[in-house]
């Protein structure tokens, strides 16, 4: 008995196996970014490199409309990065939504805004 115990209190104390995923660490626009001219792309930074083939990113305005050109890519020479490209957008707020495929497996979905409030 006290076998059994002494084995499930090692088995307890072993570190914990990490879990890892793709991270979002920098995006830009940033969260909840207030910009005075519409951005030229949506570029979004992991922590992992992702699966080209299973990472997407959408950008829609207020009324839930696509607005990106839908040309969604992890870059080449960046496998870190995906980013999505923009035509000139009018004042208002839009909604970055993605999911994406790390390498090691995990999937990651999220969302992001930015306003774009225009010239004065």
Same mark, same amino acid.
């Given at each position: 008995m006290r076998a059994a115990w002494a084995a499930?209190? /090692?088995?307890?104390?072993?570190? =914990?196996? =990490?879990?890892? @995923? =793709?991270?979002l660490v920098k995006s830009v626009p940033a969260q909840r970014a #207030?910009? #005075?001219e519409s951005p030229a792309r949506v570029e979004l930074w992991f922590n992992e490199r992702l699966e080209p083939?299973? $990472?997407?990113?959408s950008v829609t305005d207020e009324a839930g409309a696509q607005v990106d050109l839908r040309d969604v890519a992890v870059s080449p020479a960046y496998p870190k990065r995906l980013s999505v490209s923009l035509p000139?957008? /009018?004042? /208002?707020?839009? *909604? &970055?939504?993605?999911? &994406?495929? $790390?390498v090691d497996g @995990? &999937? &990651?979905? $999220? *969302?992001l805004t930015f306003t774009v409030k225009g010239r004065r």
């Open positions: 499930l209190l /090692g088995l307890l104390l072993l570190p =914990a196996p =990490a879990l890892p @995923h =793709a991270v #207030a910009l #005075a083939a299973y $990472s997407r990113a000139p957008l /009018g004042p /208002g707020r839009y *909604t &970055v939504r993605f999911r &994406v495929l $790390s @995990h &999937v &990651v979905e $999220s *969302t």
